[in-house]
């Protein structure tokens, strides 16, 4: 299983519009992911409701992991977008 442990950029944190952001780009990666926050249990990135039932804060650690074809490559793209609060994900990572 890849694992990527980020720190959330966004100011707001995962809340609303970031969040929104976050799970088009979790379930564009066609990749099965899961975020966690800290060491809690985790939820499918792909989720709305489940990302923002996690209640992530800006500057907090999250984990995202994935066990799949392609789990590094969209790991290290879910990463930058969450580390450095991008509003989109760009198409080279």
Same mark, same amino acid.
């Given at each position: 299983m890849a694992e990527r442990r980020v ?6 944190? $995962?809340?609303? /519009?970031?969040? *929104?952001?976050?799970? /088009?780009?979790?379930?564009? *990666?066609?990749v099965p992911v899961t975020i966690a926050k800290g060491d809690g249990n985790?939820?499918?990135?792909? *989720? ?18 994935? +066990? ?7 790991? +290290? /793209? $879910? ?6 609060? $991008? ?7």
């Amino acid at each position: 299983m890849a694992e990527r442990r980020v720190n959330i950029g966004w100011a707001e944190g $995962l809340h609303a /519009r970031p969040a *929104s952001i976050f799970v /088009r780009a979790a379930t564009a *990666s066609g990749v099965p992911v899961t975020i966690a926050k800290g060491d809690g249990n985790p939820v499918n990135a792909a *989720s709305m409701l489940a990302v923002l039932s996690l209640g992530v804060q800006g500057g907090e650690e999250v984990t995202l992991a994935a +066990d799949a074809d392609g789990a590094e490559a969209a790991l +290290d /793209r $879910l990463a930058k977008l969450v580390a450095e609060g $991008l509003e989109e994900l760009p198409e080279t990572v």
